[in-house]
Nanobody
Framework: VQLQASGGGLVQPGGSLRLSCATS????????IGWFRQAPGKEREGVSC????????YYAGSVKGRFTISRDNAKNTVYLQMNNLKPEDTAVYYC???????????????????WGKGTLVTVSS
């Protein structure tokens, strides 16, 4: 199982970025994919996830209405569209995968089985 996040960068407040999570070594259909972030000096935070079983999506309250998770099974890629970015969104963003079928709440708290390297998002004027 391999995951690689990309698409991070420097953006002004109010701007947008789209992160991509390229996956390989497993069938995307059977895994829940999540996005997490960790800001300097802070604990890791679950941002969003998309379930394998039915494509249901979940968001942390801090990003709901601004971020959208989606997946393209044909491209083995999961995306995180981030709009109206705020300075507090600055963090390293990671994508992760899990096939145990747990709830989003569980994953946000305990994390997932497989992790990729992160991509840095900096929101600053």
């Amino acid at each position: 199982v391999q995951l690689q996040a990309s698409g991070g960068g420097l953006v002004q407040p109010g701007g947008s970025l789209r992160l991509s999570c390229a996956t390989s070594g497993f069938t995307l259909d059977y895994y829940t994919i999540g996005w997490f972030r960790q800001a300097p000096g802070k604990e890791r935070e679950g941002v969003s996830c998309i379930r394998s079983s039915d494509g249901s999506t979940y968001y942390a309250g801090s990003v709901k209405g601004r971020f959208t998770i989606s997946r393209d099974n044909a491209k083995n890629t999961v995306y995180l569209q981030m709009n109206n970015l705020k300075p507090e969104d600055t963090a390293v963003y990671y994508c992760a995968a899990d096939d145990r079928g747990y709830s989003a709440t569980y994953y946000f708290y305990y994390g997932m089985n497989y992790w990729g390297k992160g991509t840095l998002v900096t929101v600053s004027s």
